[in-house]
């Protein structure tokens, strides 16, 4: 049996990638070594940096709904961990505690991020995740940029630092 080994990351900040224009959420972990892009959908993206920025709304938004749910049950959300990445996707599961009993739900990862965020959980990546995404092709077909495009883009993701990310308006 394998044992599973889980770094914990913290988010380090949205950006947006440069030649598809999709949001990105930047995980590093705790001493700032390692880091993860996750290529996430706009609406997750807004929910991210809400929560980032504390931009509080009238009534609540989805994330904040979810949260406000898993509190009235009296659960707790122990932690997210990132498990595998598979095809170019991501998967992460949301571990909840609740009356005693730990209970996994799968969510998709830029969801689960929300959430912990909310509720003031670690988020785990998996080290064997944190491997594999450094060899994959988010989306970018390597037929659609050239080779100049692609070391940019490669060398504009390992330049990221934690002062690069500035107040974000989705």
Not at 56 to 72: E, N, S, V, Y
Not at 78 to 88: G, K, M
Request: glycine content about 4%.
């Amino acid at each position: 049996m394998q044992t599973r080994n889980f770094i914990e990351m913290k988010v380090s900040g949205l950006t947006v990638d440069p030649i598809t224009n999709t949001p990105i959420v930047i995980l590093k972990d705790l001493e700032g070594k390692r880091a993860i892009p996750i290529w996430i959908g706009i609406f997750e993206a807004s929910a991210i940096v809400t929560e980032l920025e504390n931009i509080k709304f009238p009534r609540p938004m989805t994330h904040d709904l979810l949260a406000g749910i898993i509190k009235a049950l009296k659960a707790e959300v122990v932690r997210v961990e990132i498990h595998d990445l598979r095809d170019n996707t991501f998967f992460a599961n949301i571990q909840l505690l609740y009356e005693g009993e730990t209970i996994v739900v799968d969510a998709r990862p830029s969801d689960a991020i929300a959430v912990a965020l909310r509720v003031g959980a670690a988020v785990f990546v998996e080290q064997k995740v944190i491997e594999k995404s450094r060899k994959v092709d988010f989306g970018v077909k390597l037929s659609d940029i050239n080779q100049m495009e692609k070391e940019k883009l490669v060398e504009f993701l390992d330049n990221l630092s934690p002062d690069a990310f500035g107040k974000y308006k989705m």
